[in-house]
């Protein structure tokens, strides 16, 4: 029997106690033996909870249990959930987490110690909750050359641009029912800002090319700006706006990272992926495109990748499940204004102008002194210098 603690008891902490105790049968058989939680670390109490006798308050205790041989971590954040992740690792605990910002922020450092001391350091869920793709990724994938990842990595707001579209609501409107379905957090920055999708395509890049690309290495564009208009728009042309995550290999080996909302043609699979579902297309030399779709978030389909990773370690033992990441170049990461788009604008002016700055644009509607309309393929740069000339409204990438 293997005993494993819990740290944090929110909704990915419960659900992970949750699927343990509900399929625990058959998670033995795969695992190979029984898994018990022996220790559920929160600063609350909780009566009446089946797992009740189980918290405990103090880290040390599981720290210093030889018996805990595997920790989970659901507390979220990257200060508390650092400490305790570095030090269990250090006290030859494996660790499983679904936390993004950790991982993407300090994970060099934590696979290194996990490394030294031979012991685990996996983090499955912290790119698309439930749906299986970091896995995937390094392992059934692992005999091609991965040329691009995109994907729709943050639940929140493909819900809000979803409603958007669907009902015709106001993003503003949008976000509040986000909020008021528990979708959304009451400051939703990290969601909506596109901070939350820079942290999944900085694990990607990680794990796809070995190198480590830090969440301050993309400036993200979020999803604020987009308006009524720009969904008229986008539906004009057969087209529906997603907030992308992309990872893109160049030929001499540097990638380009981008986080922003794209218009998406409406044959495209990433078009049909709505609501609070992700989907995660992997492009690879010899398998071509692949896809990768599901819940990007919740109690239970998170907690099923929890516990995947837990069921791998403890399948595995007493071998390490190897996962590693080293500092990248300083150039590693390439300059977003050399790459190749068609862009969707929208700006106070009429076709003439539009075609005076940008050349053969093809032209959506053009009334109330408002003109919309694509641009031809070109280097970003130049499209930004182009659109000086105009009173640009809405500026969106088109994805090829």
Known sequence: MVKIAILGFGTVGSGVAEVLKMNASSIAKRAGQEIDVKYILDIRDFPGSPFESLVIHDF????????VSL????IGGAKLAYEFTRRALLAGKSVVTSNKELVATHGVELLSIAAEKNVSYLFEASVGGGIPILRPLTNCLAGNEIMEIRGILNGTTNYILTRMFRAGLSFEDALAEAQALGYAEANPSADVDGIDAG?????LADLAYGY???????????????????VAGAEACGRVIRLIGRVLRREDGRVHLIVAPHLVSNTCPLACVEDVFNAIMVTGNAVDETMFYGRGAGKLPTASAVVGDVVDIVRNLPARRALSWVKAPADYVADNAELIYSFFIRAKADAAAAKAAFGDVTIISEEDGICVFLTPAMETAKAESCAK????????RVLN
């Open 212 to 230: 480590e690309v830090c969440p301050d290495q993309i400036a993200p564009i979020g999803i604020r700006s987009i308006s009524a208009a720009d």
């Open 71 to 74: 920790v989970v971590e659901t």
């Open 199 to 203: 942290r999944k395509t900085c694990i």
């Open 389 to 396: 000339a105009l009173d640009v409204l809405s500026f969106i």
């Open 60 to 67: 040390e205790i599981i720290e210093k249990d030889p018996e």
